[in-house]
């Protein structure tokens, strides 16, 4: 356990109270709507639409009220009320990987003209208890990059930065393809071992409990084949090399999320290697794809990722306390 002493504050804040999820869902979507519009993606706006949908579904919230322990849903959290008007915002959603109980503290959010004011803190404080008390193993929130007064907030909470990820986008285009040294082809089924090591080490397992990075259909063998074909899941992998020697590779796994491309090249690998697959990916799927996407730890990469194409959406800090 951290050894930050975190206070029973819904005991000494007046205006801090548990979410109803049966009536306060559409107040909180209208207030993370005010304060991260100019920076949501289009999960979030889904997710916003889902929000207030369900605050107006009757046998959601019902439901909602019996899974708030079980699910993986922003069900649970804290308001701020002011004058009985919600400004403030903290969501708690419980996860499991393997034995071990995990919370993610998200929508972090306070209306622009309550800010500087400590609600924040008194929040994310609360969520903290709250999952402390549900004898989490470990809690967890990611943030934005370019927010250094949220990013101050967490450290001095007990949060430490474990990872720093970018989501990558990129229109497709047929035209996408520049000449190298590299040779591009098909993954070979020797490749795989090699692969398997370098995403496991680009896509963490400690971060797995919340991201569901499932390589398994890229594994190589007439079974696994047959099956991808049963399902209709049409991936696709090339690989970059050079005198032979792989030093790249990049699988396409269509997921309906929009995070489907994954990267999997050493640390001693060129970069060059990376950015001759992603332009690959960008004219083979141009067909049926308008902008394709990848998700890639923050390094020495990034200007092999630019180089593709691809622009920089968002860079999120995990952090994780205890």
Excluded at 199 to 215: I, M, N, S
Excluded at 235 to 257: C, F, M
Aim: charged share 20%; with cysteine.
């Amino acid at each position: 356990m951290s050894s930050i002493a975190i206070p029973p504050l819904a005991h000494t804040q007046p205006h801090l109270r548990p979410l109803n999820i049966l009536r306060d869902l559409p107040a909180v979507a209208d207030l993370i709507e005010l304060c991260f519009s100019s920076t949501m993606d289009n999960d979030g706006r889904r997710y916003l639409q889902d929000m207030r949908r369900a605050g107006k579904d009757n046998s959601f919230v019902k439901w909602a009220n019996q899974t708030i322990e079980t699910a993986s849903l922003p069900l649970a959290g804290f308001v701020w009320e002011e004058n009985g008007k919600i400004v403030g915002n903290v969501s708690l959603a419980p996860f499991r990987q393997r034995a071990q109980k995990i919370y993610l503290i998200a929508n972090v959010a306070v209306h622009p003209e309550y800010r500087r004011h400590g609600i924040a803190r008194a929040l994310t404080q609360q969520a903290l208890q709250q999952a402390r008390t549900k004898k989490a193993n470990s809690i967890w929130l990611h943030v934005r990059e370019d927010n250094p007064n949220a990013i101050d907030l967490y450290a001095k909470l007990g949060f430490k930065e474990r990872a720093r990820r970018t989501t990558w986008q990129a229109a497709t285009s047929k035209d996408a393809l520049l000449h190298s040294a590299f040779a591009i082809t098909g993954r070979r089924p020797n490749d795989w071992q090699t692969q398997l090591n370098w995403l496991k080490r680009l896509y963490p397992d400690f971060l797995a409990w919340h991201r569901t990075w499932d390589f398994a259909p890229l594994r190589p063998g007439f079974l696994n084949w047959l099956y991808l074909l049963a399902i209709g899941l049409n991936i696709r992998q090339w690989t970059a090399r050079k005198s032979d020697a792989l030093e790249a590779a990049l699988a396409w796994i269509p997921s309906g999320r929009g995070e489907a491309l994954f990267a999997a090249i050493d640390s001693k690998s060129e970069p060059e290697a990376l950015t001759m697959l992603l332009l690959q990916a960008r004219r083979e799927l141009a067909d049926t794809h308008p902008k394709i996407v990848l998700e890639f730890p923050v390094g020495g990469f990034d200007r092999a990722i630019h180089a593709a194409g691809f622009q920089a959406a968002r860079t999120l800090i995990w952090m994780q306390t205890t």
